[in-house]
């Protein structure tokens, strides 16, 4: 059952686990570092759809309807399904999953959104509000782009703070299991906003909810970094992870050789053009399902704290002046073979 | 402790409580029914803000503290905020939220917004997750107006079947007590999708969302219409909810005298040119918290089944030729007095 654990954290004891996962993405995706990992590749950045608005939601489909597979279960036996994604009025995940015909608790979370339907999923299988849950989200770089920055066609200059959004999607589906992949721990975000303006800049604009997060997750659990085999934050990219870092070390807490940032390994910054790293909700969601959740699997990482972050504005908000408000959501993934 | 009852309908049982509400509104929604009703009536339409947007969001902080100034409670005392509006990115929520600096967890639902929070609100306190959260939402009738239709300087002429979007916010906290307004039951909906692509006929469109809930909902709790003192689904207005009426004639259920929608609550429809009713996230949410929860409070009602719906669209997908996805959420309050 969920427990409070200090402030802002709460235990799962009732064993929720990822019985399954997959991972898709586009074409950039599979050229990079983790490319091999995923469960499919689309060359196609249409996927075969008229939009690529349509194609964001094939991509939902894709990742939940192999993550279903892969367990031995249709969309009917889930009892819920949490989605979310970057698209005004989450389009991506409602017309993507419309045909799955199960119960959907839409979310919003920006790129945290795979921590965030990740950890509700948990929470309801393990307080017996559901035996099943899925959890997915996406990003499409080219409806990201002409949605919050420019026209594809404008060929607008990326500065370096930028960052690339991900074409991708990651699903996972919970339930409860003896063995298997383990979401022992939730803590979930406060806002935090430094005054960052700069869309530019997301990173930044992030690190300081990535740091308060983690730090009530470390003061919680009494725990420290180096109590976990990795600390993935997501989608920081080079910039906020490097102020994540110093932000912590001003907290007291030095993140060690332990610490990455899912916008790092999900690209080669050295040949990719992606300036920063990657980011989108299917940045963290899909290095996720592609690379960590399999490591875990393996038992190759015996934990890893898994900390997808977003950036909870719009271009309306930019456009009157609004800074960049940055959340957080950490969940400890244990290893239990 | 949540419990599943028959396929799509869970259980509270550990009292999961409304312990204060609170709804503000704008000057139509004072001038309608319910006008005195309201905690409080804002004339000017910006509520001294440079922007509607910014206006909006300051909605959500007026209900909530509102609501928690009610129940003695402070911002730090909530362990979690389920808040969700109709802007893009959620900005009134996040914006009109961040200086609570409390746990935040993005939902969307479009108009069945203030049932999901709702929900997952008694779910969290029921299953030990949390103590106390607040679930919020608002919409604007301005913000709403130039996002999704026309610029209101365009004075563009509205069908007889369109509804006017509620300028309000309701807000509640729930948390665990002995007597109260309770929670029973909760039954997540799941996307119904009939093929209508009319923007202005959103009724029509959510109702098979409300009748496919109810009938889950009547079936999984082996009851019937004239077992609760109200039904009230919202906001499908004039059009949706016959329509809703004659869909579960033909599910074999008699929507009677107890039987309303909060569309048709908050405003006067013969004085106030409205046409078919109220929509937005803001009518339920406030119809719920100045009119439908003091009823309950006072015993007036034993119990309601409360039913907001959601058209789950942006003008992207629509432009693009689909149809407009419908959902549901039904929540039994109870009266414990």
Redesign the interface.
């Known amino acids: ?4 654990r200090g402030e ?1 954290t ?1 235990s799962l004891s009732n064993r929720p686990t990822v019985l399954s996962y997959a991972a898709v993405g586009g074409k950039k995706e599979g050229q990079g570092p983790l490319g091999k990992q995923f469960d499919a590749i689309f060359e196609d950045t249409h996927l075969g759809e ?2 690529w ?2 194609a964001e939601s094939a991509l939902q489909k894709e990742s939940l309807t192999r993550a279903l597979d892969k367990a031995g279960l249709s969309p009917s036996q889930l ?2 399904l949490f989605a ?1 994604d ?6 991506a995940s ?2 993507g ?2 045909e799955m ?10 790129c945290s959104t795979m921590g ?1 339907t990740m950890a ?1 999923a948990a ?2 299988v ?6 099943l849950c899925g959890a997915v989200t996406s990003s499409h770089f080219c409806t990201a782009e002409r ?1 919050f920055r420019y026209p594809l066609e404008y060929g607008g200059q990326r500065p370096p703070t930028s960052q690339w959004t991900a074409t991708a999607s990651g699903a996972v589906v919970v339930g409860r299991a003896a063995r298997g992949v383990r979401v022992s721990d939730v803590c ?4 935090q ?1 430094m005054g960052v303006t700069d869309m530019n800049n997301m990173g930044s604009a992030m690190a300081p909810a990535a740091a308060d997060t983690l730090a009530h997750f470390f003061a919680d659990t009494e725990t420290k970094p180096n109590d976990y085999d990795m600390i993935a934050t997501g989608d920081l990219g080079l910039v906020g992870a490097r102020l994540c870092r110093e932000l912590m070390e001003q907290k007291g807490y030095t993140l060690g050789d332990n610490y990455t940032d899912c916008g790092l390994l999900l690209f080669d910054r050295d040949t990719q053009d992606v300036h920063a790293g990657g980011s989108g909700c299917g940045c963290s969601a899909s290095v996720l399902c592609a690379h960590l959740l399999p490591m875990l699997q393996r038992g190759e990482l015996r934990n890893l704290l898994f900390c997808p972050t977003g950036a ?6 930019s456009q ?1 002046g ?1 800074s960049i ?1 940055g ?1 957080c959501h950490a969940l400890l993934l244990e290893s239990c073979p």
Not at 188 to 191: A, K, L, N, T
Not at 312 to 317: E, G, Q, V, Y
Request: glycine share 8%; proline share 7%.
């Open positions: 059952m969920p427990e409070r802002y709460v008229k939009t608005e349509k009892q819920y979310g970057l698209l005004n009025q989450n389009i409602t017309f999953l419309r015909n199960v119960p959907l608790i839409g979310q919003f979370g920006a965030q509700m929470i309801f393990d307080s017996g509000a559901a035996d949605q979930i975000g406060r806002v906003d909870l504005m719009s271009p309306t908000s009157q609004e408000p959340i």
